[in-house]
């Protein structure tokens, strides 16, 4: 029944280590985005892929990478994380047609950082 | 730059009693969408308000968009403890359906 999901739930990773976020859907959605969300904050676009086409928001840091091998799998790469990248990272995804661009939401990666 | 503004950003609300958060966006759209967040977990959809006018109901929120006054409001009716959670409203601006949140309001229900 999932319809967005995102692994792990939970990542714990060293100060500098690089790590990966995992993303995958089975609806067949033509956009897939990343938001960070950190605590008792608001989520915020970090990019956004239409099939290939990748977008970086403008305030998105160069330390964060983002790949999606096809419509259904996308991924986050954070090249050197810090203690201000621990948060929640929710992927979504939509259909991205003028007609319908309601997203759908994953249950989060919450990942820190030690 | 698009910006949206809820209020207030805590509601602490007693059982039975009536209560309203407010959603102001700075751009025309009309495309808005309310969901709820319960601590530690992702969002969970509410409402999707597409048209000026619409009105959404569903046991005891309702959400209404007013695409001229760029304002939405999330009512409650008779707050129950279950309703306890951070609701944030987002405006989708652009054709791609990238969401601007709203800062997120704490509801917390008590007695």
């Known amino acids: 029944d999932a319809m967005v999901i995102q692994n792990p739930r939970y990542q714990v990773t060293q100060f500098g280590k690089p790590v990966t976020l995992s993303c995958s859907q089975t609806?067949?959605?033509?956009?897939m985005y990343w938001y960070q969300q950190k605590s008792s904050q608001a989520p915020k676009l970090l990019f956004h892929?239409?099939?290939?086409?990748?977008?970086n928001e403008a305030d998105t840091p160069d330390n964060f990478q983002s790949r999606r091998p096809n419509t259904s799998f996308c991924f986050l790469d954070i090249r050197s994380p810090g203690l201000g990248d621990a948060a929640m990272y929710l992927c979504?995804?939509?259909?991205?047609?003028?007609?319908?661009?309601?997203?759908?939401f994953g249950q989060g990666t919450r990942l820190t950082v030690v | 730059e698009l910006k949206v503004e809820q209020n207030p950003l805590f509601l602490s609300m007693q059982e039975g009693k009536n209560y309203t958060i407010y959603c102001n966006y700075s751009t025309t759209s009309d495309r808005l969408y309310w969901y709820r967040q319960d601590p530690g977990k992702s969002l969970e959809s509410l409402f999707v308000l597409l048209s000026n006018g619409a009105v959404k109901q569903e046991g005891r929120l309702m959400a209404s968009l007013d695409t001229k006054a760029r304002l939405s409001t999330l009512h409650i009716t008779a707050a129950v403890h279950d309703l306890s959670a951070t609701y944030f409203c987002a405006v989708a601006w652009d054709s791609w359906g990238k969401l601007q949140f709203g800062a997120g309001t704490q509801v917390v229900v008590t007695p």
């Open positions: 892929y239409y099939d290939k086409d990748f977008n």
């Open positions: 609806l067949n959605h033509n956009v």
């Open positions: 979504a995804t939509s259909r991205g047609t003028a007609q319908n661009t309601e997203a759908f």
